[in-house]
Each structure stands twice: as structure tokens, then as C-alpha cells.
């Protein structure tokens, strides 16, 4: 055992929340519904957005390239602005975002997600919305980008950070590491105290994306709101290649979370947010896209899963799909952890364009083991 575990603590803090300023330059052109380029939208926060897409799996190394699992790296050093561009430190939309990892399903594929984001975020500023890391609310940038181009479907990832998913997190893994104890009876308190007043923001949400896209002249049937739920960065206990006890999951894994809380987190939890924004997506006339099951033995720590190595390397048909919890506190920035990597992001950019083909009815999105993006599938519900 460490005789420092509060290292791994070092780890927890700040997750999901970043500094820095992004940038986003106002079109000069101007079109109407059916006329300039075709462009599919991604809207909310980190999980759309593209963080932790620096990361092909998780490597134990620590130096270069880290077993060429940090795309980062330029040879002599590290460079964040080569995944995140403008926005390292801040938005973190990275060039394997959902939205960017879709393929040619439109003429521009526009990231406005921004990591940290909640609902307030997504609000016109007229109707009470906050501007976030010196850009305006993200409906107030879809006018523009509305009347830029002939949007076709506007992917929306919202409500985590406003029921405290890095608190949640931050929680569960503090409680392993420190104080033997587990968190899911008082966090599942927390979010049921919350996700009445959640689930009504994300509503608001998507109707000040309806108000934004019928100012702009669109009408209905001119787009389509795609409204998502989150994966799970976490598996089950049963599918743990780590024990339990020990310092493995920590130090080795990158997974600090007792069984009972994981199996919370998988098999309650984020079911329960799936569910409720399920019932969103249902009231507001939206299409609904399921993702909770999209990681299934590809999250970190899974035994269906590899670390990368010297001689493991890095592979979307064998790696993980999540970033890990960095216990060491010595690779990228911390509020990476528990969230799709590049492997991840090209996964669920894949299930982006299924659903952008099906232009009717809820989907789930899941993935094919021992296969990379390419092996996404849809099912209905």
C-alpha cells in the first residue's frame, strides 16, 4: 500500500472544469432552410464537446508518448493544442469530438459544446443564459451559425454537470481511497433532491434551440433536435478486472470505486439519467438517442479491455474507451478522467451517423466487441 494515497486525491480535483478562452469567429455569410452548406450541430457539455479526446487508451508510462497513447505528444514535447486546438485548457473541442468523428454526414460538422457547460450555458442570454469561458451562450453562437447554414440536426449533450457528475465522481473515488466507505446512498440522494429541476433546464434547452432555429426562418420539419444520454466510463463489478480490495484499481487501473458503488453507478444511476432525459426527449417531440450501453466492455478497468504497453499497443478494437482516473496526477489534465477518449469520441460519432440516417424514432447506440467505431450499431428504443 502507498504510503501516500492522497496523491490519487490530487487526481479528483477540478474534474469536468477547465480555465483558458475559446474563440468562435461570427459567419459573414448568410443563408436561409434549404440554401448554404448542410451542417450538423453539437450542442452541451464535455461529454459532446470532445474531452479526453487527447487519449488512444491508458498507458502506465509516463514519458513520450506513453506508449503512444497521448496524441499530445510532438516528439520533444507536449502540445494539447494539436487535439484541442484553440481551446486547450478551456472548451476542449477536440478533432475527434462526436460531432467531427461522424464522417461526411454534412457539408460543415459544428462543435459549439464546451466542457463544463450546463444548461445555463445553452440559454439565450435574452432569457437568462451565461456566457461560459468568454463565449456566449451557445444559443445565441447557433443564430449565427443557423443563419450561416442549412442546418439539418443539432446533437444536444446536457444536464450532467448540473446534477454534479464531477462532484459525484470526485466523491465516490474519495470515498474509496480515504475513507473506506461507500457513496451511492448519499449521492443518490443528492441527484434525486436534483433531477426534477435538471430535467426541467434540459427541456428549457431544447426549447431555446427550437426558439433559435425558428427565428432563423426554419421550420419543424426543416431540422431535426437529437436530445443524448451518457455513457458509462465505469464497469460493473463483475466485469472488473481489478480486485476489489488492494491498491490496483487505483494506482494500476485508475478505477478507485468500491463494487457496490459501481454497480450503482452502471446499473442505477446512469439508467436513471438515461430514463428521465428519455422522458424529455418524449415531451418535447425530439428524437432520442441512448447511450448508455455504448461502452459496454470498453470502459476503464474492464476485463474485456487492455492497458496499452510496450507491447500491448494502442487499439480501438482492444483498448479502452474511457480515460481513466489519473492517479499519479502525472499525464494531461485532470478533468480528462471518466470521460470518452479518441477511441470513445469515434464510437459515438459513428452512432451520430446512424441516427442521422434514421431519421425516425428513439435509438440506442451500442458497440461490437473486439471491433472498433465501424462496429456501432443501432437498436430501437
Same mark, same amino acid.
Given at each position: 500500500?502507498?504510503?501516500?494515497?492522497?496523491?490519487?486525491?490530487?487526481?479528483?480535483?477540478?474534474?469536468?472544469?477547465?480555465?483558458?478562452?475559446?474563440?468562435?469567429?461570427?459567419?459573414?455569410?448568410?443563408?436561409?432552410?434549404?440554401? /448554404?452548406?448542410?451542417?450538423?450541430?453539437?450542442?452541451?457539455?464535455?461529454?459532446?464537446?470532445?474531452?479526453?479526446?487527447?487519449?488512444?487508451?491508458?498507458?502506465?508510462?509516463?514519458?513520450?508518448?506513453?506508449?503512444?497513447?497521448?496524441?499530445?505528444?510532438?516528439?520533444?514535447?507536449?502540445?494539447?493544442?494539436?487535439?484541442?486546438?484553440?481551446?486547450?485548457?478551456?472548451?476542449?473541442?477536440?478533432?475527434?469530438?462526436?460531432?467531427?468523428?461522424?464522417?461526411?454526414?454534412?457539408?460543415?460538422?459544428?462543435?459549439?459544446?464546451?466542457?463544463?457547460?450546463?444548461?445555463?450555458?445553452?440559454?439565450?442570454?435574452?432569457?437568462?443564459?451565461?456566457?461560459?469561458?468568454?463565449?456566449?451562450?451557445?444559443?445565441?453562437?447557433?443564430?449565427?451559425?443557423?443563419?450561416?447554414?442549412?442546418?439539418?440536426?443539432?446533437?444536444?449533450? !446536457?444536464?450532467?454537470?448540473?446534477?454534479?457528475?464531477?462532484? !459525484?465522481?470526485?466523491?465516490?473515488?474519495?470515498?474509496? !481511497?480515504?475513507?473506506?466507505?461507500?457513496?451511492?446512498?448519499?449521492?443518490?440522494?443528492?441527484?434525486?433532491?436534483?433531477?426534477?429541476?435538471?430535467?426541467?433546464?434540459?427541456?428549457?434547452?431544447?426549447?431555446?434551440?427550437?426558439?433559435?432555429?425558428?427565428?432563423?426562418?426554419?421550420?419543424?420539419?426543416?431540422?431535426?433536435?437529437?436530445?443524448?444520454?451518457?455513457?458509462?466510463?465505469?464497469?460493473?463489478?463483475?466485469?472488473?478486472?481489478?480486485?476489489?480490495?488492494?491498491?490496483?484499481?487505483?494506482?494500476?487501473?485508475?478505477?478507485?470505486?468500491?463494487?457496490?458503488?459501481?454497480?450503482?453507478?452502471?446499473?442505477?444511476?446512469?439508467?436513471?439519467?438515461?430514463?428521465?432525459?428519455?422522458?424529455?426527449?418524449?415531451?418535447?417531440?425530439?428524437?432520442?438517442?441512448?447511450?448508455?450501453?455504448?461502452?459496454? /466492455?470498453?470502459?476503464?478497468?474492464?476485463?474485456?479491455?487492455?492497458?496499452?504497453?510496450?507491447?500491448?499497443?494502442?487499439?480501438?478494437?482492444?483498448?479502452?474507451?474511457?480515460?481513466?482516473?489519473?492517479?499519479?496526477?502525472?499525464?494531461?489534465?485532470?478533468?480528462?478522467?471518466?470521460?470518452?477518449?479518441?477511441?470513445?469520441?469515434?464510437?459515438?460519432?459513428?452512432?451520430?451517423?446512424?441516427?442521422?440516417?434514421?431519421?425516425?424514432?428513439?435509438?440506442?447506440?451500442?458497440?461490437?466487441?473486439?471491433?472498433?467505431?465501424?462496429?456501432?450499431?443501432?437498436?430501437?428504443?
Amino acid at each position: 500500500m502507498p504510503s501516500t494515497p492522497h496523491r490519487a486525491l490530487r487526481a479528483l480535483l477540478a474534474l469536468c472544469t477547465a480555465a483558458g478562452l475559446a474563440s468562435l469567429t461570427a459567419p459573414v455569410a448568410h443563408a436561409s432552410p434549404g440554401s /448554404g452548406p448542410t451542417a450538423v450541430v453539437a450542442m452541451g457539455d464535455s461529454y459532446i464537446s470532445g474531452e479526453a479526446g487527447r487519449w488512444l487508451g491508458n498507458s502506465l508510462t509516463n514519458s513520450g508518448s506513453r506508449n503512444g497513447t497521448d496524441r499530445a505528444w510532438t516528439g520533444s514535447t507536449y502540445d494539447p493544442s494539436r487535439v484541442y486546438g484553440s481551446t486547450a485548457g478551456g472548451c476542449h473541442r477536440s478533432d475527434t469530438a462526436e460531432v467531427k468523428s461522424a464522417g461526411a454526414i454534412a457539408s460543415s460538422l459544428i462543435n459549439l459544446a464546451c466542457s463544463g457547460a450546463t444548461t445555463e450555458n445553452v440559454f439565450r442570454a435574452s432569457q437568462g443564459g451565461q456566457a461560459f469561458k468568454g463565449e456566449a451562450p451557445q444559443a445565441d453562437q447557433l443564430a449565427a451559425v443557423a443563419a450561416a447554414n442549412d442546418v439539418k440536426l443539432i446533437a444536444l449533450s !446536457i444536464g450532467g454537470n448540473d446534477l454534479g457528475f464531477a462532484d !459525484i465522481i470526485s466523491t465516490c473515488a474519495t470515498d474509496y !481511497i480515504v475513507w473506506y466507505s461507500y457513496c451511492h446512498d448519499d449521492q443518490q440522494a443528492e441527484v434525486d433532491a436534483k433531477i426534477d429541476g435538471v430535467m426541467a433546464a434540459v427541456g428549457r434547452s431544447v426549447d431555446e434551440i427550437r426558439a433559435v432555429m425558428t427565428t432563423a426562418g426554419y421550420a419543424a420539419s426543416d431540422y431535426r433536435i437529437v436530445l443524448q444520454s451518457y455513457p458509462s466510463p465505469i464497469p460493473r463489478a463483475a466485469e472488473n478486472r481489478y480486485a476489489e480490495s488492494g491498491w490496483a484499481r487505483t494506482n494500476t487501473g485508475g478505477c478507485p470505486f468500491w463494487n457496490l458503488d459501481s454497480d450503482w453507478a452502471r446499473d442505477s444511476l446512469v439508467p436513471q439519467i438515461a430514463d428521465r432525459l428519455k422522458g424529455v426527449a418524449t415531451a418535447k417531440g425530439v428524437q432520442f438517442l441512448d447511450l448508455r450501453d455504448a461502452l459496454q /466492455g470498453r470502459e476503464v478497468c474492464a476485463k474485456a479491455s487492455k492497458q496499452v504497453t510496450a507491447t500491448v499497443p494502442p487499439s480501438a478494437a482492444s483498448s479502452e474507451w474511457a480515460r481513466w482516473i489519473d492517479s499519479q496526477s502525472t499525464q494531461g489534465l485532470v478533468q480528462e478522467s471518466m470521460h470518452p477518449n479518441a477511441y470513445g469520441q469515434q464510437g459515438l460519432g459513428r452512432c451520430l451517423a446512424l441516427v442521422y440516417a434514421s431519421p425516425t424514432g428513439n435509438k440506442s447506440c451500442k458497440n461490437t466487441a473486439g471491433s472498433g467505431a465501424s462496429g456501432m450499431y443501432l437498436t430501437t428504443g
